[in-house]
């Protein structure tokens, strides 16, 4: 038995969600989202609360239970409030900037370093042009242009430069020894 897959999903105020089949379809004030389950799984909407089921007591089934359960969750809460996640840029000079739909990075090169930002998502630039905030609707989108961002500039050990996650510490190594 699967200790996620059993929990029901609350529906709260705001959200709704709709159960055809295998497509489960969740919309709120952040955003629209919809998920295909998984073939062994199935769903059903009940009393404001979304109910999961494994068709079959397979291994594989049983695993894409929680997972199927978990994936709700987050379009859920995503709906609701949203997701965010926080980048700082370290460097003398460094600094991003947002031009219409792009993204407008000066990390160090000889050149700015252009991101078209995806569609759901939105970037908002703070702090001296420092810290950047990536949100949206979908949780796994969120991350996944945080980490595209971030890998434009890896932190680097010695002087901490790049561009790095707001609660990430960078591992600092001592230089050459005279």
Known sequence: ??????????????????????????????????????REVSA?????KVIFLPLSQSKQARSAWGTSRALVANMVKGAQTGFSRDLEINGVGFRADVQGKNLVLKIGFSHE?????????????????????????DRQKVGQVASEIRAFRRPEPYKGKGIKYADETIRRKEGKKK
């Open 44 to 48: 059903k909407l009940d009393g404001g």
């Open 113 to 137: 370093v252009i991101y078209p930002i995806p569609e759901g998502i939105t970037i908002k630039v703070g702090d001296k042009n420092v810290l950047l905030t990536v949100s949206g609707a």
């Open 1 to 38: 038995m699967s200790r996620i897959g059993k929990a029901p999903v609350a529906v709260p105020q705001g959200v709704t969600v709709e159960v055809k089949g295998q497509n489960v379809v969740v919309a709120g004030k952040a955003g629209r989202q919809s998920l295909t389950l998984h």
